[in-house]
């Protein structure tokens, strides 16, 4: 099928929901491992081998709830192919927005941080007719790093890339060039030095975004959003994890647009839902009870196949 997506809240056609199955938290991969020594979550280890069996169920028959949510929204939804992570030290395909970035008709292939989450791509390009594009740096050289998901898509051709541990300047740079003149990329390199953008900033209809108050303040919004709507998110709900978070409480405000006037949300997350509600826009919730465990929320989980 040919992708194509503008920005983050046109009305969603079709679209790529992740999967828990087999997932499997890489053991030998040094880039991965390294986590262990600069993490900031002191409590328990960075987990290694097989995810435990009921976070993979029970992360399942959430997003099979979101799956059955999101068609009812009249999207047609899709699935990445089941993959043996374990056999090849891989990870998940339980986020696919890291792995591919769509804009218009153009589909890139992150250079992504890990190499262990490489043949993530496996799962995925039974699904895709467009060409694709991608930096030729090596796996794991790093010369052009980043995660499909350090990438927001604004509208208008303008686009905002965040420098952090899973992006650095040389990706950012790398998309200007090759994606040309028709788009103009907002480097932001002093916001969140995490991953990713999507629980920093996410904009849910036109002129109209959310955005972490902790890592960006009013001085700080991106020049692309100076006349924006923010909704500033404060304080979210504690969500629980299991062994290890790969997100935090922000995650919450990892929301998926259906189109400019219908936001799928995390059900508790009272206060965001009543913000929502304030700018006419209709809030579905859906519970994932892995968020923080897997390390995403409804954006993350999900990869935009056609907006229009």
């Known amino acids: 099928m040919k992708l194509y997506s503008s920005n983050e809240y046109d009305q969603l056609k079709q679209v790529i929901l992740g999967t828990a199955t087999n997932a499997y938290w890489p053991s030998l991969c040094p880039v991965y491992r390294e986590s262990e020594k600069t993490t900031k979550w002191k409590e328990s280890p960075v987990p290694s081998g097989t995810v435990e069996q009921f976070v993979v169920d029970e992360a399942n028959e959430d997003l099979e709830i979101f799956s059955k949510v999101l068609k009812l929204c009249d999207v047609e939804v899709f699935r990445p192919k089941d993959l043996d992570f374990a056999s090849f030290d891989g990870m998940y395909n339980y986020c696919p927005r890291d792995r591919l970035l769509v804009i218009d008709d153009i589909v890139v292939d992150a250079p992504m941080?890990?190499?262990?989450?490489?043949?993530?791509i496996d799962a995925l390009s039974h699904l895709i007719d467009n060409d694709i594009i991608s930096p030729k740096s090596p796996s794991g050289s790093h010369t052009v790093m980043f995660d499909a998901a350090n990438i927001i898509r604004l509208g208008d051709g303008k686009l905002l890339y965040l420098v952090s541990e899973s992006g650095n300047v040389e990706g950012g740079?790398?998309?200007?060039?090759?994606?040309?003149?028709?788009?103009?990329?907002?480097?932001?390199?002093?916001?969140?030095?995490?991953?990713?953008?999507?629980?920093?900033?996410?904009?849910?209809?036109?002129?109209?975004?959310?955005?972490?108050?902790?890592?960006?303040?009013?001085?700080?919004?991106?020049?692309?959003?100076?006349?924006?709507?923010?909704?500033?998110?404060?304080?979210?709900?504690?969500?629980?994890?299991?062994?290890?978070p790969y997100a935090s409480n922000f995650i919450s405000m990892n929301v998926l647009s259906v189109n400019p006037q219908t936001v799928i949300c995390d059900t508790l997350s009272v206060e965001l839902r009543d913000q929502l509600d304030k700018r006419n826009i209709e809030t579905i919730g859906v519970t994932l009870r892995h968020a923080r465990t897997l390390g995403g929320g409804h954006h993350c989980t999900t990869l935009d196949m056609l907006r229009i």
């Open 113 to 120: 941080k890990y190499p262990t989450r490489m043949r993530e």
């Open 173 to 244: 740079n790398w998309l200007q060039k090759n994606l040309g003149k028709k788009y103009d990329i907002e480097i932001l390199d002093s916001h969140y030095s995490g991953v990713h953008l999507d629980s920093t900033i996410m904009p849910v209809a036109p002129g109209i975004a959310i955005v972490n108050s902790t890592r960006v303040s009013k001085a700080k919004l991106p020049k692309h959003m100076k006349n924006w709507d923010i909704i500033w998110m404060h304080n979210p709900r504690n969500q629980s994890f299991h062994q290890y």
